[in-house]
């Protein structure tokens, strides 16, 4: 069977991401947000403070809403695709940060 171009997100992907981004950080508070605040001494590297307190304001009803996105976004992307089919997209939306980067640049590309 040949090749076919199909466009997965005519609407562009920042809703998904913003979806993906809730999600995540709502487990990872869930996970550690508990021993993170019982030792007030840790103290995680820039970028990764910013996304630690991000998690912490994620509600589970904001988190609830993001699932029900993404399960939304799944049910798209299967009703495009035949069983069977194989969908490749990149993992990263361009090339990584130089190693020389600035914390401002490797913030940006995160995000």
Request: glycine share 4%.
């Given at each position: 069977m040949a090749a076919a171009d199909i466009t997965i997100a005519p609407e562009g992907f920042d809703g998904w991401r913003e979806a993906f981004r809730v999600i995540q950080g709502r487990e990872?508070?869930?996970i550690y947000g508990a021993w993170l605040d019982s030792h007030g001494?840790?103290?995680p590297g820039p970028g990764t403070r910013e996304r630690l307190a991000y998690a912490?304001?994620?509600t589970a009803d904001a988190a609830d809403a993001?699932?029900?996105?993404m399960s939304a976004i799944r049910g798209h992307i299967r009703g495009l695709i035949p069983k069977g089919t194989i969908l490749l997209m990149p993992t990263a939306p361009m090339l990584?940060?130089?190693?020389?980067?600035?914390?401002a640049e490797f913030d940006a590309y995160r995000t």
């Open positions: 990872v508070w869930e001494n840790a103290n912490k304001t994620v993001a699932r029900r996105h990584g940060p130089l190693l020389t980067s600035s914390p």
